[in-house]
């Protein structure tokens, strides 16, 4: 919300926050031009509550709704909803967030597109013995993914037959759980795998770009930890091809606003289509500071029915960025989530090359209801190697609580491909 709120400043465009009882003195409600108090901590009865949402725009006359990183931002029935009322919402039309949230309906829809996708089933008989077969065929490791998963909820590694049963039944459950659907595909499992992302954006009129890659390697628990852009050692004739593939998965669906297509690729440099983010996504000020774009900017300007600002060509790559993401948890303990006070925090200076992309400030109280992520440390410079030194710097000057674990995570960046 404070991301949003500090390019609409910019624009002149007035914003209307919601809040819960646990966000109340929080820095985006004192940010926003106006702020609407929406209920009780748990998002289930607060963030999650389209009726109040939907109230909260047509309370405070505001035409459009921006749906951040998560919660609703994927949400196919609060877009719908959106375009019942006459309120517009900042993302992709409804049945191109459908279609990318299925992973078998994707997979389908990318192949049609000549978009490459690993090898794998994504059919609808889930029987054990089919599962088993088909994972035979495309020949072990194989991976076996919820069909509606995210975040590394229902995925498992499958190495040899012997364990076939027993990490399928593991990751129905764990699917079941946490999305109320255990239909499972399967895929040949790359080894060494690279999570390379290329952030796309459509408009209104038909047109669609891509701002390059991404490098988002270093996770944790199948969640990002450290991003960068663009990619180490990724030849312009492979940056190319990714780029124009993801400009095909977006208009394969029609796609309107900032995207995110996900490819994972081998130590070959093959690359094969996993998924597609139909919203904004943390990490997107890294190629922001590469190529000295707005996205949120861009995200309001399509909205409103303008074209893409600048055509394909006209889009620089310049330099290299990291983005380092600043957590509360406990590092002694397994990062498990601390929640509290935040009784000491200081920074970097913030500058033109070093963002400190933030919500909290120092005596806030970080909620045991939300995601730990607190903050961000955006870094650019010149070359790789400059910004990774400087991204070091900024991270020791950087004290909370939790952020051992990055001063032990950027040690990681020394091995995770062969280029650093």
Known sequence: ACRVIRTTKKMGVQSVAVYSEADRNSMHVNMADEAYFIGPAPCQESYLSMEKIIQVAKISAAQAIHPGYGFLSENVEFAELCKQEGIIFIGPPSSAIRDMGIKSTSKSIMAAAGVPIVEGYHGEDQADQCLKEHAGRIGYPVMVKAVRGGGGKGMRIIRSEKEFQEQLESARREANKSFNDDAMLIEKFVDTPRHVEVQVFGDHHGNAVYLFERDCSVQRRHQKIIEEAPAPGIKPEVRQKLGEAAVRAAKAVNYVGAGTVEFIMDSKHNFYFMEMNTRLQVEHPVTEMITGTDLVEW??????????????????????????????????????????????????????????????????????????????????????QVALTKLRYSLRQYNINSLHFHSAMEEGLTSHTPEI
Do not use: C
């Not at 397994?334 to 000491?344: C, E, I, R, S, T």
């Not at 033109?352 to 992309?357: A, H, M, Q």
């Open 299 to 384: 995200q309001l300007r399509i909205a409103a029915g303008e074209k893409i600002p600048l055509r394909q060509e006209e889009i620089p790559l310049q330099g290299h960025a990291f983005e380092a993401r600043i957590y509360a948890e406990d590092p002694n303990n397994n990062f498990m989530p601390g929640a509290g006070p935040l009784v000491h925090l200081s920074t970097p200076q913030a500058d033109p090359f070093t963002r400190i992309e933030t919500g909290v400030q120092q005596g806030d109280e970080v909620s045991v209801h939300y995601d730990p992520m607190i903050a961000k440390l955006v870094i650019w410079a010149a070359d790789r």
